[in-house]
């Protein structure tokens, strides 16, 4: 009955897992479709998530050095251009400001898509020394890429991410840290949204307009498809060089600098959401669910029921869980669907017999399986119990991965490794023209590259394999 | 000698305080120019602040019932006109997209200059019955507003603000919120800024475009001129008839709600600035301070030294301070200027004598006098001492407005108060044309409007007075 009221509500997530995506995100008010088209309204359910992503982020951009800053909206189109291979990637997605003022500007100023050019023109006015290296700041802020196919988290025409944004005085150290965040992100993955990746090197083709290279973490989606999640990028010096980032080095010689940057965005929602949901709805990750226990009290007007739920909240809030008190006027039932579809991973079930025992009831929302709990131990058993959720689902969404992580010798196998909803390791001779057919032939791209080449031969011309990929479809 | 050091850097306070200003917020790194006209970027130790007042004040608006959400960006011109005062007042400073994605677009989009508009009509698609009402929401965002004049943080084309936007099924309690959201902001001016403000409603001429009603905070720059810092608007049905806010309603009928909106922006850090700056520099409120304590090592080489040092600043991070061990190669003198002047409230000096007798000088920002304390009391003595700064920085701009605050019964007298960089307390009539003789004859404005009438006559025209008005020369 509960499930039947609940199913009625969402598409099925096996047979139309794009339409089950849209009815999660709008029913559970994580978000709507904004006036313009292509735009998102991020609801207060959905913000929270961002909010909490962005809270832990802090602490980790904080004890690598990062502090946080704030570039102009606008950046000169001329500033675009003074990369060639940055202005070829982004030009065809900017939104662009003619006119302001009630005049028409004497130079059009584009809405950034990403902020290397402005963030560099003003390290190039900072910077003096070595002294001011290495210099690492972050920026949270709304960047804009004119798409025409969008959906909400996943690939809007404005969305919100942090960019960071370092300068180093030696290569090695540009690398480093290029590497280095792209461990961050991992880490973060793991622990905030307990949704394991696949890290490396992108292709040629697939990286960051104006990089030297680019490092990315892909995630496998419910359906098997990959969502590129986060990026690093290793800039060398292309954009130092473009934005004039120079320094005195201690032997006195003016200097380029060795630039890099790194970005994740809101589509980290979009990734949570279709890595962990099922056919009741979201399933949220712990750690950054704006709601991660509910208390709905049962037979709420027998006496005492509400004063001891209330209690609980307290002891909760107090022991730093995001609580809440369901007392809305909606039966238990009514109110577990609810709770459910917005993915809350603890539920805790309180009646007047619980509460003669001393006891309470979770029902968790990763195995929908219940326990019990002594009440005089909330504090400390609830927190525990959050945490070991993170840390199954963490452990089932990676299994399920690697269960689908399938090796392919040719592109029949490749294609027939995709059609199943797997990420395809495949060899790769290096060259463009491979990568084309592969995408023609089994419409999927090179994620990442292997860290070993463990593959013989390249799986679209036959050659001797150069490097091995995980190949897959993509959102 | 220290002080003749630091006045080579900065211009003269009392005779040139619009240098003294640029001086200082580039000097101590708050902000920098953007390179597109009126842009700013926000340097780390700018942004920190604003994140401090981010943090206060979404405890406070948690509190008051407002969760954070995120809206569009662009706003379609369409959207602007459908509420006649508002598109008047707000069209001339919009920046507009006219091309996006390599295309001309069918109807130009504006940058928001605020989100009424579009926030509205999210409203109308969401509130569908009582149930829905009270509706509260916050969003921390970017707005452009094409200005000529433009000054870091004061008067920008983009800026950082929040801006709240709520519902309500009644009159009363719309104008009950406007009220109440003005008191909150007044609050924390006073608690968090240490900024004393005037608060009251604004003329007609100088609400907000589409408000029914505008109330504002008014705080007094060293200069005597007011700055705008806040202001709370009642909309009435104004939006919710352009933008289809309806509900329906206990009785079955359907009805127009009641909006209200209230917003302070990045002007707020120019406002503490302006109000607290000294000869030497900025002296930051202790509440937002980014640093709030800097311990300065003397004879740093002494064996021990650094040790102690490093030892009081994890006591005093453990209590919860914002500190900083400046163990830089500089001089101590040459610290204590820098850290002067980027107002950081309490210094703390530490040598060999101090570690022997168990105690650490402190030197406080705002009254430049030291004072001593025992070193494994810290914990409690630094935060109470900064409380302490908070309160005397508050009671010290307080008693200097209010001396400042004087009387006028003719334009004469109205004149030479603000000429003398007073507020001037006086009687207006109420009619459009003595406001703007008034602004005409002294360049002074109608700030805000006193709760009472304490005036016999328009300052103006010697009628009858109706209002008193506070006026005074603006930012």
């Known amino acids: 009955m509960a499930k039947d009221q609940f199913v009625s509500q969402i598409a099925d997530i096996e047979t139309d897992f794009p339409q089950w995506y849209s009815d999660v995100v709008l029913k559970t008010q994580l978000v709507d479709y904004g006036p313009v088209k292509g735009t998102m309204v991020i609801r207060p359910y959905g913000y929270a998530v961002w909010e909490n992503i962005q809270n832990e982020f802090n602490v980790r951009f904080r004890e690598n050095g990062y502090s946080n800053a704030y570039f102009p909206l606008l950046i000169p189109m001329s500033f675009m251009t003074k ?57 949270w802020a709304n960047v804009m890429r004119w798409e025409k196919t969008t959906r909400p988290f996943l ?31 991992e880490e973060f993955a793991r622990t905030c949204l307990s949704m394991p990746v696949l890290t490396g090197k992108k292709t040629e083709k697939e990286k960051f307009a ?5 490092y990315g973490m892909e995630a496998m989606m419910h359906d098997g498809k990959s969502l590129q999640s986060g990026t690093s990028h290793y800039l060398g010096q292309n954009f130092s060089k473009a934005f004039d980032i120079k320094f005195t080095d201690k032997d006195g010689a003016q200097k380029y600098g060795y630039t890099m940057s790194f970005g994740v965005s809101t589509r980290l929602i979009g990734a949570l959401i279709m890595t962990h949901g099922d056919e009741r709805g979201l399933v ?58 917005k993915g809350v991973p603890v539920r805790i079930e309180l009646g007047p017999r619980d509460i003669e025992a001393g006891k309470f009831l979770c029902a968790r929302r990763d195995t929908l ?31 399920r991965m690697n269960e689908r992580i399938v090796n392919a ?34 419409q999927a791209t090179a994620r990442v590259m292997d860290g070993n080449n463990t593959a013989k031969t390249c799986v679209a011309c036959g050659k001797k394999s150069e490097r091995t990929v995980f190949f897959a479809r993509a959102y």
């Not at 919100?160 to 992100?185: C, D, I, N, P």
């Not at 400390?380 to 969404?397: Q, T």
């Not at 490794?417 to 797997?422: A, E, R, S, T, Y």
């Not at 395809?424 to 057919?437: F, I, N, P, Q, S």
């Open 83 to 139: 990369e060639a291979e940055h202005v070829e990637g982004f030009a065809p997605e900017v939104a662009v400001v003619t006119h302001a003022g009630g005049e028409k500007l004497a130079e059009p100023l584009c809405i950034r898509p990403t902020s290397e050019t402005i963030i560099g023109t003003m390290y190039g006015k900072w910077i003096e020394s070595w002294r001011d290296l290495p210099l690492r700041m972050n920026q």
């Open 155 to 185: 690939r809007t025409s404005e969305f919100l991410w942090q960019e960071g944004h370092s300068v180093f005085a030696s290569e090695e150290e540009a690398e480093e840290e290029t590497q280095k965040m792209l461990r961050v992100y």
């Open 210 to 214: 104006g990089a030297v290279a680019t």
């Open 284 to 341: 949220m990750p712990p750690v950054v669910a704006p709601v991660q226990a509910v208390i709905v009290p049962i037979a709420s007007k027998k006496e005492g029921v509400l004063e001891a739920c209330r209690a609980l909240k307290e002891k909760l809030a107090q022991a730093g869980v995001r609580v809440v008190l369901d007392d809305s006027d909606n039966s238990p039932g009514w109110k577990f669907n609810e709770w459910e579809m």
């Open 369 to 399: 399986e219940k326990c019990e709990f002594a009440l005089d131990g909330a504090a400390k058993s609830v927190p525990a119990l959050l945490h070991e959720i993170a840390v199954n689902m963490y452990e089932k969404a990676k299994k």
């Open 409 to 442: 010798d040719t592109l029949e196998e490749l294609l027939d490794g995709v059609n199943k909803g797997n990420f395809v390791r495949a060899g790769w001779c290096g060259c463009r023209a491979c990568e084309d057919k592969v995408k023609e032939f089994a």
